[in-house]
């Protein structure tokens, strides 16, 4: 049983980057004023006290003996994993061991982790969920503005907006509360969505553009194309703050919006209106989410939008500009702080060597003793016990096998590792795989800090007691270390004291956190990275003076339209596209354990037009089976009119043969390393 530690104490909800404010009192949840969802919460974070008492809570170490988890001491269990990975290490080298994280994990579990794996394990081999999620939208920011922060501007710049375009996000269903901050948009006729789907957020939209998945590229362009041919080109701030508008155009010139709607199914008509919502607002906002990111060419896709965003002058300029919608809890901070492949902590590059030289400094160590860059997220994945290829596994705050791409092809992945080793705080799908189980503490039950998607740095603060037998991942990190042979002072397990770590190790780097402190944060300072001393007021609006390259500018980025990896053909003549519903929160580790989540959404769902069911013998409520290239899912008819006749959509959440991930396409952005969630052909045939 959970024991109450405090009546009500003021923190964040556990699931999504919007980090909603609430008041726990024990499990019991209320919503409470807080910028980002001004008092509303929804029905994923009203209900998320569940977790806190669900009966399927880890309690106990687990350790698989003869094909069976069975419960182990803590001892024993640690010693088992130090024991196998200085084997490994022995044996094959430091990179055998491969290390997983999440966007999910506070900012010290982030930042602890990638040092584990950079000073204790001394491997390459680590990267995260987040490579699934904002990471098209980061290289395409920084490539454009020098640095990535999500929304380099607070939440209110957009409730101000009189014009805001919205691409590829749903947020009426995967951020409820944010739907307000777009009502004034909304209201003035000025919120335009760009969804192959008629979403509840489209239902609002002044504007839906409603385009064949993977055609967002050339829409961009078509949009870019009637600003310039209609004149609405900010000439002066084109010229006085950006480079390279010229080759950018020179792409967008052959891209005319009746070409376009030929590609994109969008009505030449609507492109130039939208144009013209946009150059006619006094501010204006575009943002992206994984609609139009989850793609081969995602970073081009998004570049794309950038310079739209550009020739429009919004960028840098108070009450208007380009923002990427981030989705996990953490995915701002979980992004910054060295558990990406290439990185170190405060957004350094691994590969340059002053970087290297500071980190190391912090941590003690010698700079040559770090690994250099690893592979990335599903490239890791895909590489799990190959020859060459890591022969152990550590993750921390992700589900794999039901959320990666091609995932029956990952799950194959996992069961060829000598050992698997998942922290989680339920059996989640990858930890019923695993050799070793490790149960942790959950949000409600730690202290951490967390960036929300505004890039504002806010604490979560412990409110209940966790269950007997539970350790912080912290902590878990730390014995792990110890038995590794690391210095106990090196790995920390009180959150205060990573975070006071994290801020020298940040600071001087992009994302500077060294003048956060504990004190300023519980005051209620409004504090947005980066914040590079104690008297530093902090940083909500970025690039109000100058861009972060070096010559101070934006650059435009020549794109140009290729389409999906995957076309489609006889064989399988569908677009299949993935994403979320309201009710479940990712891989459904969490959200399928909430009794009122799953009476209201029990099951996987396939939206299709009614002519497709029709054409492929399918009516409402039967199951059917989709098939890709890489496997095949089942899941049960929706029809829904207002499809896109060759596109379907099924959500990611459930598990087992219902995951939409069997069908999914790893083909991967060639910056961003992002698979294309988005898009992959299929076809429809009758469950027998
Ligand atoms: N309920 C709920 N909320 C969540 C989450 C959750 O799992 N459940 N997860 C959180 C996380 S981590 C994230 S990243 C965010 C994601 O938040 P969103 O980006 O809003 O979520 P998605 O449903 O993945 O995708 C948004 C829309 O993209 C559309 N789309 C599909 N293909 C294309 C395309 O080619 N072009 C365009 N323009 N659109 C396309 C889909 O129809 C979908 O409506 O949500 C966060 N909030
Ligand atoms: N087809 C398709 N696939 C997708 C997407 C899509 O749109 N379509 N979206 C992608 C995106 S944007 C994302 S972000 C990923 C997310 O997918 P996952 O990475 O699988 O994310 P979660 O389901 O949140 O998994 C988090 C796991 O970590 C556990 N956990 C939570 N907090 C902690 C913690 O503090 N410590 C530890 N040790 N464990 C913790 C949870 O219980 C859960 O089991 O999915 C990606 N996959
Ligand atoms: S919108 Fe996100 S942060 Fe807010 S209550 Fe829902 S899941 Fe939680
Ligand atoms: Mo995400």
């Known amino acids: 049983m959970t024991n109450v530690a405090a009546p009500a104490v003021d923190t964040h909800c556990p699931y999504c980057a919007l980090q909603c404010g609430m008041r726990l009192s024990g499990a019991r ?24 008492t669900t009966a399927h809570r880890l309690t106990t170490p687990l350790v698989r003996v003869g094909g069976e988890l069975v419960s182990a001491s803590w ?34 579990k982030c930042y602890l982790l990638g040092k584990f794996a950079r ?34 501007f607070p939440i209110t710049d957009v409730t101000r907006a009189d014009v805001v375009l919205l691409a590829g996000a749903n947020p009426a269903e995967t951020m409820p509360p944010f739907l307000q901050h777009v009502r004034n948009a909304a209201n003035s006729g000025g919120l335009i969505v760009v969804d192959p789907r008629r979403t509840p957020t489209a239902e609002q939209a002044t504007l839906h553009l409603q385009p064949r998945p993977g055609t967002d590229l050339a829409l961009a362009l078509g949009i870019l194309h009637a600003v310039v041919a209609d004149g609405h080109v900010r000439g002066d701030y084109v010229a006085e703050r950006t480079t390279g508008f010229e080759a950018a155009w020179r792409i967008a010139a052959a891209w005319w919006p009746e070409r376009v709607e030929r590609v994109t199914g969008v009505a030449a008509a609507d492109q130039r209106r939208a144009a013209a919502l946009l150059a006619g607002a006094d501010r204006a906002v575009v943002l992206t989410g994984r609609g139009t990111e989850q793609h081969a060419r995602g970073t081009d896709t998004v570049s794309a939008w950038i310079n739209l965003a550009l020739a429009l002058g919004l960028p840098g300029v108070a009450g208007s500009g380009y923002g990427c919608l981030t989705g996990q809890g953490n995915g701002q901070g979980g992004r910054e702080h060295g558990q990406k492949a290439d990185q170190l902590p405060g957004y350094r590059r691994i590969d340059d060597p002053a970087a290297r030289a500071h ?6 160590v010698d700079p040559d003793s770090l690994p250099g860059v690893g592979r990335s997220a599903y490239e890791l994945l895909d590489a799990l016990g190959t020859e060459g290829g890591p022969k152990a596994l550590l993750v921390f705050g992700s589900n794999v096998v039901v959320s990666a791409p091609r995932a029956g092809h990952v799950a194959d992945r996992l069961s060829a590792l000598d050992l698997l080793v998942v922290a989680d705080f339920v059996l989640s799908e990858t930890a019923r795989r695993a050799d070793v189980v490790l149960p942790v503490t959950q949000w409600a039950e730690e202290d951490g800090t967390l960036t929300n998607l505004e890039g504002r740095i ?24 110890v038995r590794l042979g690391q210095p106990a002072h090196r790995f920390p397990d009180d959150p205060d004291e990573v975070f006071a770590e994290l801020r020298r190790a940040s600071r001087g780097g992009p994302a500077d956190y060294s003048g956060i402190t504990p004190e300023r944060l519980s005051a209620g300072e409004e504090l947005f990275w980066p914040v590079p001393d104690e008297d530093h007021p902090g940083t909500p609006r970025m690039f109000l003076d100058s861009f972060a390259h070096p010559d101070g500018r934006a650059r435009f980025v020549p794109v140009d339209h290729s389409g999906p990896a995957e076309p489609v053909d006889d064989e399988y003549p569908l677009i299949a596209t993935t994403g ?26 396939v939206e299709v037009h009614p002519d497709t069911a029709a054409r492929a013998g399918l009516v409402e409520g039967a199951w059917a089976r989709v098939v890709s290239r890489r496997g095949a899912t089942r899941a ?6 207002s499809a896109r006749q060759d596109t379907v959509f099924l959500p990611f959440h459930f598990p087992g043969a219902q995951r939409a991930n069997l069908l999914t396409n790893p083909a991967l952005d060639p910056t961003s390393r992002m698979p294309e969630f988005k898009v992959c052909a299929v076809r429809l045939e009758v469950m027998t």
Request: proline residues 5%; hydrophobic residues 40%.
């Open 29 to 52: 949840v209320e919503p409470r004023e807080f910028p980002t969802n001004r008092g509303g919460l929804c029905q994923k974070g009203w209900t998320s006290g569940a977790l806190l």
């Open 580 to 605: 979320r519903v309201l009710q479940h929160y990712q891989s459904g580790a969490q959200t399928r354990l909430v009794p009122e989540l799953v009476d209201a959404v029990p099951e996987v769902h």
């Open 458 to 481: 806010l604490r979560r603060v412990k409110s209940v007691d966790p269950p007997d037998g539970v350790r912080s991942d912290l902590s878990v990190l730390r014995g792990l270390a």
């Open 119 to 152: 000073v204790a394990l001394g491997t390459s081999q680590i990267d995260y969920n987040g490579r699934f999620c904002m990471s098209s939208a980061a290289a395409a920011g920084t490539r454009a503005f020098g640095l990535d922060r999500g929304m380099p």
């Open 359 to 364: 980190v190391a400094g912090v941590w003690g």
């Open 636 to 641: 049960r008819v929706r029809l829904v009119a």
């Open 75 to 108: 001892d024993d269990a640690l010693d088992l994993i130090a024991r196998k990975l200085s084997a490994l290490r022995a044996e094959h080298g430091p990179d055998s061991v491969a290390v997983f994280g999440g966007g999910g994990l506070t900012t010290e």
